[in-house]
């Protein structure tokens, strides 16, 4: 089946710093999503990414939708406490299907 | 408002037990998903109910049963489970419409489940 490779695994950052991680995939995706998930609950939609280059904020989070459909990234700028948590990225990988594909995570923790 | 409400929020029930998981949303969302998360890992999808219909069973064993009442809500009939089907089952719903913001994926807080 398509699978997305995540990376990084894991992050321990310092308060303020900016974070970066990025999924890739040997398939074209035709939308990519970044979910949030802190424990205990479920994922919480942060960007939903249509279009190949369509580049989206929410607030100090940026996500890319790479030109060639195959990778994205999503950027947090100026990190605090409450970032803390696990970011899946996901996709579609046909048009209108409704399986959802997984990266494995990235799990972020800052120091204050 | 992106709201998929999950009831329990945590179950425990033993092997023999017969319990429901239930999901509800608003949203007016024609597609409701039932998805299985182990810990550190990212959610497996189980279930896709499509205009009430059963459109996907991603070979999912016959203890676990769905059902889609109507458009709004989605029960998971649990029954002589076994104590590695602890996990956290998460409901979702999206449009339903094809592409695009159509299958955009919204998920509930999820319900905890532990066999024992």
């Known amino acids: 089946g398509q699978q997305l490779n995540q990376s990084p695994q894991s992050m321990f950052i310092q308060e303020g710093e900016d974070v970066s991680m990025n999924c890739t995939s040997s398939?074209?995706?035709?939308?990519w999503l970044w979910y949030k998930q802190e424990p205990g609950e479920g994922p919480v939609l942060l960007i939903a990414l249509y279009k190949a280059g369509e580049l989206t904020s929410n607030g100090r989070l940026t996500a890319q939708f790479g030109i060639t459909r195959k990778d994205s990234f999503l950027n947090i700028s100026a990190s605090i406490p409450s970032d803390v948590g696990i970011y899946f990225c996901a996709g579609h990988w046909i048009q209108g299907a409704q399986k959802l594909v997984f990266g494995q995570g990235t799990r972020l923790t800052i120091n204050p | 408002d992106t709201e998929v409400t999950q009831t329990p929020k945590h179950l425990v029930m033993g092997m023999t037990n017969k319990k429901s998981l239930k999901c509800e949303q608003h949203?007016?969302?024609?597609?409701m998903y039932w998805y299985k998360q182990k810990a550190k890992k990212p959610p497996e999808l189980m279930f896709v109910?499509?205009?009430?219909?059963?459109?996907i069973n991603e070979s999912v064993p016959s203890r676990f049963s769905p059902e889609c009442p109507n458009s709004s809500l989605l029960n998971l009939h649990l029954h002589a489970l076994q104590p590695e089907d602890s996990a956290l089952y998460l409901c979702?719903?999206?449009?339903?419409?094809?592409?695009?913001?159509?299958?955009?994926?919204?998920f509930g807080e999820g319900s905890w489940l532990t066999v024992v």
């Open positions: 979702a719903s999206s449009q339903g419409s094809t592409g695009g913001h159509g299958n955009t994926i919204y």
């Open positions: 949203m007016g969302h024609r597609a």
């Open positions: 109910y499509s205009y009430e219909k059963l459109s």
């Open positions: 398939s074209i995706f035709n939308t």
